[in-house]
Nanobody, 115 residues
Framework: QVQLVESGGGLVQSGGSLRLSCAAS????????MGWYRQAPGKQREMVAT???????NYADSVKGRFTISRDNAKNTVYLQMNSLKPEDTDVYFC?????????WGQGTQVTVSS
């Protein structure tokens, strides 16, 4: 069983920064591709950024150059550094672990960017 606990969301002004953290526990977590996704009410969940067990990263076009995903394997924690935030980044952000096709989700953390 994989458990994911997000933290770090909140309210920030446009142009500001936030760092999200996802603490992961469970077997095989070191092999997981970890990711951050976001979802607005009534919309589909979309990928924000992913990072493989070897450190390869992938970003949505909308956040490239502004967001950085990283992982600390010793702490089983994944981070999402979000800079130059925009009101359209307002969403609930979810942490995801994908271990050989088996996906687990955190409970989500709200990020609100005011204009």
């Amino acid at each position: 069983q994989v458990q994911l606990v997000e933290s770090g969301g909140g309210l920030v002004q446009s142009g500001g920064s936030l760092r999200l953290s996802c603490a992961a526990s469970g077997r095989l977590i070191s092999f997981a591709t970890m990711g951050w996704y976001r979802q607005a009410p009534g919309k589909q969940r979309e990928m924000v950024a992913t990072i493989t067990s070897s450190g390869s990263t992938n970003y949505a076009d909308s956040v490239k150059g502004r967001f950085t995903i990283s992982r600390d394997n010793a702490k089983n924690t994944v981070y999402l550094q979000m800079n130059s935030l925009k009101p359209e980044d307002t969403d609930v952000y979810f942490c995801n672990a994908d271990i050989w096709g088996v996906r687990s989700w955190g409970q989500g953390t709200q990020v609100t960017v005011s204009s």
